[in-house]
Antibody, heavy 117, light 107 residues
Framework: QVQLVQSGSELKKPGASVKVSCKTF????????INWVRQAPGQGLECMGW????????TYAQGFIGRFVFSLDTSASTAYLQINDLQSDDTALYFC??????????WGQGTLLTVSS | DIQMTQSPSSVSASVGDGVTISCRAS??????LNWYQQQPGKAPKVLIF???TLETGVPSRFSGSGSGTDFTLTIGSLQPEDFASYFC?????????FGQGTKLEIK
């Protein structure tokens, strides 16, 4: 069955970088785009953007341009989110999520990122 | 970006009650509107897609309606497992956006 499995929790210092992985199983990776969604503590869902898994072309939402990088390893059916120059307000739960027909149909379990000195 | 405005931000209700949650888009989105339920610490799951289509396996007490810019999610006869947060999301633009969420709490 379709699964998205994310890497584990991360604790980073301000100014550092982090790379979160999202490994997919159970379907043909290039057939469905991958979205990245952020959820700050106690807050709602914020779509950071998405990456076209066929072309590798990323699209970033306003507020996620510059320090955020989406990438792929198609041979490993894996998507990545890298965040550079981490700030305290990057502390959040980050989800990868697969675009299905007219909806997000499968989600990773989430990766908790804590940024603290 | 298309802005999604959801209301109310929280609602208290009892088991057996009915609840309606509203979502408004900042521009026309046709029926490209999805509803998700999220339990604390878990990934969201889709309840309704294309404004009114019930996802496979979702109980029929959940229903969605609307088109254009105004949409509603209705939950009839609340069950204990329904107390969670609910989010609308537009899929009209390739850059999805979510409403700010509605927390459904037990009265």
């Amino acid at each position: 069955q379709v699964q998205l499995v994310q890497s584990g929790s991360e604790l980073k210092k301000p100014g550092a970088s982090v790379k979160v992985s999202c490994k997919t199983f159970g379907y043909t990776f290039i057939n469905n785009n991958i979205n990245w969604v952020r959820q700050a503590p106690g807050q709602g869902l914020e779509c950071m953007g998405w990456i076209n898994t066929n072309t590798g072309n990323p699209t970033y939402a306003q507020g996620f341009i510059g320090r955020f990088v989406f990438s792929l390893d198609t041979s490993a059916s894996t998507a990545y989110l890298q965040i550079n120059d981490l700030q305290s307000d990057d502390t959040a739960l980050y989800f990868c999520a697969r675009s299905g027909f007219k909806k997000i149909d499968h989600w990773g379990q989430g990766t908790l990122l804590t940024v603290s000195s | 970006d298309i802005q999604m405005t959801q209301s109310p931000s929280s609602v208290s209700a009892s088991v057996g009650d009915g609840v309606t949650i509203s979502c408004r888009a900042s521009q026309y989105i046709g029926t490209s509107l999805n509803w998700y339920q999220q339990q604390p610490g878990k990934a969201p799951k889709v309840l309704i897609f294309d404004a009114s289509t019930l996802e496979t396996g979702v109980p029929s007490r959940f229903s969605g309606s609307g088109s254009g810019t105004d949409f509603t999610l209705t939950i009839g006869s609340l069950q204990p497992e329904d107390f969670a947060s609910y989010f609308c999301q537009q899929g009209y633009s390739s850059l999805y956006t979510f409403g700010q969420g509605t927390k459904l709490e037990i009265k």
